[in-house]
């Protein structure tokens, strides 16, 4: 009977602790319909601790199926029971909104800061913009300056090209006219020479004509007188 008596304690026992077995820490949370006794044991009959608002998040420490309560730890570090039909695996849909509201609030701020940022750039790309037409034109207006600086020079070059070949022919010109009048001054004595001989021809063919006519003359009469 001893035995017996042991044994069916042993089931008992077993049972109890297959019905109160712990569970991994997680989080449940407090309904959201109205607020709920914290007690210090799995009934009802057990002192309340505490009374804890809907939406609290909670730790799970272990589940008692056949009581239907929970042991919890708050998050100052309470420790109780509460009913699991309380508990729900997700926050309350007003805790969910007011987080939905603080992520969208913090969105729209974030949005607002890009907003800021792309208007920052945006102006910063106008600027540049800007800047890379104004270089633009001032490329176009030193390669205008350029061309007109290459021209001159093109036709400075070649109006010293000319004025060389010019002075080359003037220097040409020069010399050939020294040689012109060189040449002619040798012409000139040529012919000063040759009128001087030939006027001295002359003069001497008068002093012979001079000198000869005469006696011709007097041969004749005296031919003429001796007959």
């Known amino acids: 009977m001893t035995n017996k008596y042991f044994y069916l304690t042993s089931i008992a026992l077993w049972v109890c602790l297959g019905l109160l077995q712990p569970v991994a820490a997680e989080s449940r949370w407090v309904s959201d319909q109205f607020e709920v006794m914290l007690r210090t044991g799995p009934s009802t009959s057990n002192a309340i601790e505490l009374m804890i608002d809907s939406g609290v998040e909670l730790e799970i420490l272990e589940v008692d199926a056949e009581s239907g309560y929970t042991r919890v ?45 792309l208007g920052a750039v945006r102006a910063e790309y106008e600027t540049a913009t800007r800047q890379i037409r104004q270089l633009e034109q001032d490329k176009s207006r030193l390669q205008l300056q350029l061309d007109e600086t290459t021209r001159k020079a093109a036709n400075t070059l070649a109006i010293d090209r000319q004025n060389q070949d010019l002075q080359q022919q003037l220097t040409d010109a020069e010399i050939k006219m020294s040689i012109l009048e060189q040449e002619n001054e ?15 021809l002359v003069l001497f063919g008068g002093i012979l004509l001079g000198l000869i006519l005469p006696r011709l003359k007097v041969q004749r009469r005296s031919r003429y007188d001796s007959f």
């Open 73 to 117: 730890r708050t998050g100052g570090g309470t420790e109780g029971w509460v009913l699991s039909r309380y508990l729900m695996s997700e926050p309350s849909a007003r805790e969910q909104l007011q987080t939905l509201t603080a992520q969208l609030t913090s969105l729209n701020s974030q949005g607002s800061s890009l907003g800021s940022q």
């Open 186 to 200: 040798i012409l000139s004595g040529q012919t000063t020479r040759n009128w001087f001989i030939t006027g001295s």
